[in-house]
């Protein structure tokens, strides 16, 4: 057995997650009361950046697809009613090649970097990402681990977004979550 039969005998964590959503910036608000499946190769930070993102773009078609076990779709995507997809929303840092497919699926593009690698990442492909009408947005990975440290497996946040701020209180605590746009689409 290798590693990589290791990891798929292994069962995801489940998260319960219940949100009140105020983005200021957009006049939107709602309620999501989310289950989220924490692959066992995922850490804390990119599944909270998941659920960032999934914030930042709230609207009534949004749903987070299979995630790692579906390397064909984004992390979170919104459909059209003739189920063409409108908006593909990426976690992490994609490759070029998967940066020109999502355009070529989807009007809209947007991705959330965010690791430790996260800058060498786009000075490295920046040149190359230019070329393609995405949007590309950047957590610091320091607030992304004071973020993470307040996750528990069933949790109520309350999360204020305003000026490319997500501003979250949980039951521990509270985070200042930033982002920087890098690249806008002008979308």
């Known amino acids: 057995m290798t590693l990589g039969d290791d990891l798929l005998a ?6 319960k997650v219940r949100i009140n959503l105020s983005d200021l910036d957009r006049n939107y608000y709602d309620t999501f009361h989310l289950t989220l499946a924490q692959h066992p190769s995922e850490t804390l930070e990119r599944m909270m950046v998941r659920v960032l993102a999934f914030c930042i773009n709230a609207q009534a078609s949004l749903v987070f697809t299979k995630g ?18 409108s908006l593909w929303i990426d976690v992490g840092e994609p490759s070029f090649e998967r940066m020109k497919k999502a355009r070529r699926l989807s009007p ?4 959330y970097s965010f690791n430790s690698k996260s800058h060498r990442w786009w000075t490295q492909g920046q040149t190359k990402f230019k070329t393609q009408k995405v949007s590309i947005f950047q957590f610091e990975w320091k607030t992304l681990q004071t973020l993470s ?8 946040l309350s999360i204020t977004i305003t000026c490319d701020t997500a501003y979250v209180s949980a ?4 985070c200042e979550m930033p982002w920087s746009v890098l690249q806008s689409s002008g979308l």
Do not use: N, S
């Not at 809209?108 to 991705?111: A, D, G, L, Q």
């Open 10 to 15: 292994l069962k995801p964590t489940i998260y």
């Open 108 to 111: 809209i593009v947007k991705i």
């Open 68 to 85: 790692l076990c579906a390397v064909e779709e984004p992390d979170i995507w919104a459909r059209t009613l003739d189920d063409q997809i």
């Open 149 to 156: 440290a307040l996750v528990k497996r069933t949790m109520d």
């Open 171 to 174: 039951e521990f605590g509270t």
